[in-house]
């Protein structure tokens, strides 16, 4: 079983609803995403899934929340923008997008500073 890895990273404010503390203020944050994939093997040139693609379909995802206040983009416009809830959504829109790929969705990791992060698997 192989596992393919990226990351990309997208910088945005938010506030959540709610919370009753710091974080209940407009605040922003360089989010750092990580997408890992499985694959039972490798194609013919020897990859288990091509980074580059990977690595697109993970950039389509985020540029929509990418210099915006996430409270007021779709899905966060009802839902928290928190990094559990982005980690999610960030899964559900891949799985969409690799259906009928090679591999399966292992997990979506979401950090909001270098020491504060959440892994997203449905499992």
Known sequence: MYQVCVEEHFDAAHFLRGYRGKCEALHGHRFRVMVRVRASGVDEVGLAYD?????????????????????????????NPSSENIAAAVYNELQVTLAGAPV??????????????????PD
């Open 51 to 79: 980074f580059a693609e990977l690595k697109r379909h993970l950039r389509d995802i985020l540029s929509r929340f990418d210099h915006t206040c996430l409270n007021e983009v779709a899905p966060f416009d009802s839902l």
């Open 104 to 121: 399966s969705l292992a997990c979506v990791e979401v950090w909001e500073s270098p020491q504060s992060g959440v892994v997203y698997s």
